[in-house]
């Protein structure tokens, strides 16, 4: 089970967008840590996730929390990691934490406060923390925006997900395009450096390229037509 907790929020509408960016990806345990007063706007925008808010659990306190929960794995945020110096803020991206994720037990993960994040004796409590690369210009990422990046890396793992009709194209469909346009360039009677740049070029570019297996069959169908009308 994974609970989603905003430790000290300080505005609902802060709460109401944490709200609609968890129904986004599938979650709906929220806990609100000694947060601001839920007003309407909480609510307003929480849009179809309004529930999500109506079903919070409200506690004073981190400590009560994993008490009551049982939490056995704690999972801090932070827009301040540091490098080595700092052994307590050192980091792991969303992508590597979701690739090292076992779901197995109660999971928390923790968002701090709107100004100021986590602290930390807070951070101590963790037994990871996550961080998203950013320009330095500008580091710190709204809550709502944070949380749908590491939201998505967790479901896109857990679901593994893909859209219908864009599984990748086989090797043998790939071989097979690349064998029609060797065919069409034999056809054109260029010179034979250029016949082989030209193949090279035309591997090149399927091999960088995602191709899912329906386009692969809509190319295949299009070079049979070129090499027919020459």
Known sequence: MIYIVFVEPESPGNIGFL???MKNFGLDNLILINPCELKNEAYFHAMHAKEVISNARLFESIESFIEEFKIDFMVGTT???CGSYNVQRIAITPEEFAG???IKGNIAILFGREGNGLY????SLCDVLVSIPTSDKYPILNISHAAAI?????FKKEKNYTF???EEASAIEKGQLISDMDNIIELLNLPPHKNKTASI???NIIGRAFISGREAHTLKGILRRVKERI
């Open 100 to 102: 090292s994720l076992q």
């Open 150 to 154: 590491i939201f998505y890396e967790l």
């Open 201 to 203: 070029v035309f591997r």
């Open 164 to 166: 219908e009709g864009l």
């Open 79 to 81: 827009g301040a990691a």
């Open 120 to 123: 930390n004796e807070e951070i």
């Open 19 to 21: 709200a609609r960016t």
